[in-house]
């Protein structure tokens, strides 16, 4: 990893809820551990180079102004 963080942890199919939860009481308790910050990744369009993208289909119409 760079930059300021230390170490990842990756939590799968939880509520907002539950990861909370998870990082107040099994990893905040951790001895060293002096701080945390939680991401979310809520939409996944590339792992490790591969698209996950489908082709984006433009469906706003058209606006005129005239």
Same mark, same amino acid.
């Given at each position: /990893? +760079? $930059? $300021?963080?230390? &170490?990842? %942890? /990756? %939590?799968?199919?939880? +509520? &907002?809820? *539950? !990861?909370? /939860?998870?990082?107040?009481?099994?990893?905040?308790?951790? *001895?060293?551990?002096? +701080?945390?910050?939680?991401? &979310?990744?809520? @939409?996944?369009? @590339?792992?490790? $180079? %591969? !698209?996950?993208? *489908?082709?984006? @289909?433009?469906?706003? $119409?058209? !606006? +005129?102004?005239?």
């Amino acid at each position: /990893m +760079s $930059g $300021g963080f230390d &170490f990842a %942890v /990756m %939590v799968n199919d939880k +509520s &907002f809820q *539950e !990861v909370a /939860m998870f990082v107040a009481n099994r990893l905040s308790p951790l *001895e060293g551990v002096i +701080s945390t910050a939680t991401h &979310f990744i809520l @939409k996944r369009y @590339k792992d490790q $180079g %591969v !698209v996950f993208a *489908e082709d984006f @289909k433009d469906d706003r $119409g058209i !606006v +005129s102004l005239c």
